[in-house]
């Protein structure tokens, strides 16, 4: 069964791969289905054309559409390449407004993040944890937009906790907060080998009794310069410097 998505703006980002949930050697994205309607009137691609097609969390390869019609578009599939691994960087972030975490994670899928873990914090307006991207799993269109973007079939998981406590700091090697208030090294500086956890604040940032959490468990403190950035910036921009920190970019 093809997976079927319904919530508006779905190609809000460029589709550099079309992806399905499941994927035949002869298959069909029906004409309801908003990716066929990219294809034919965004890509405007006719019968004998190809382009690239991969599974949610699986193989990629490339498509060629064998016949249109009202049921919608046909294609035949060769695999070419497994599954890409993700890269050792999880985001935790604080809570924000739903339309900040569509950003957020959008762009954490794109850069390849293994994980993002999002939370309640001290200063984050708690009514997020009940917004309709979590309450009808609509997050997960909004990874699927951005392994699209990225050209990529992976995806990171999401899990949702209610405090600091909740996060599994032992499974890291390197243990990051990006902060303003304590003092702090550039992130840009850092040289980092092994797997990541990067907390990010929420558009308040953290209370002091959080930051005190951090430094009691010996997360190192570092900053993205002196000018106040919105929290999606932040994530997007420490989870790239983290990437280049551990030669991943």
């Known amino acids: 069964m093809l997976y079927i998505l319904r919530v508006n703006n779905l190609y809000s980002v460029a589709m550099n791969i079309v992806l ?12 309801r289905d908003e990716r066929a309607s990219h294809i034919l ?3 405007k691609l006719k019968v004998s054309d190809s382009f690239k097609l991969g599974q949610i969390n699986g193989h990629s390869g490339t498509a060629t559409i064998e016949r249109i019609d009202d049921e919608g578009i046909h294609y035949t599939y060769v695999k070419e390449k497994e599954k890409e691994p993700l890269y050792p960087v999880t985001l935790f972030v604080g809570q924000v407004r739903p339309i900040c ?5 959008r762009e954490a899928v794109m850069l390849g993040v293994e994980k993002v873990i999002v939370g ?4 984050g307006e708690k009514s997020y944890e009940n917004a309709k991207i979590w309450s009808s799993r609509e997050y997960r269109k909004f990874l699927i937009d951005g392994a699209m973007q990225g050209g990529s079939t992976s995806i990171c998981d ?9 996060l599994p700091l032992h499974l890291f090697d390197n243990l990051l907060l990006l902060d303003n208030i304590l003092e702090s090294t550039p992130l840009s500086k850092a040289s980092l080998t092994g797997s990541i956890l990067l907390a990010v604040g929420s558009e308040r940032g953290f209370s002091s009794r959080e930051r005190q959490f951090f430094v009691d468990h010996d997360f190192s403190v570092h900053s993205l310069g002196k000018r106040i950035l919105r929290t999606e910036t932040a994530c997007a921009v420490a989870v790239s410097l983290s990437l280049a920190a551990i030669d991943a970019l």
């Open 20 to 31: 399905l949930e499941n994927v035949y050697r002869e298959g069909l994205i029906e004409r």
């Open 41 to 43: 009137k965004v890509l």
């Open 101 to 105: 975490m569509k950003r957020i994670l």
């Open 120 to 123: 309640r914090t001290d200063l």
């Open 158 to 166: 999401v899990d949702l906790i209610t405090s600091l406590e909740e």
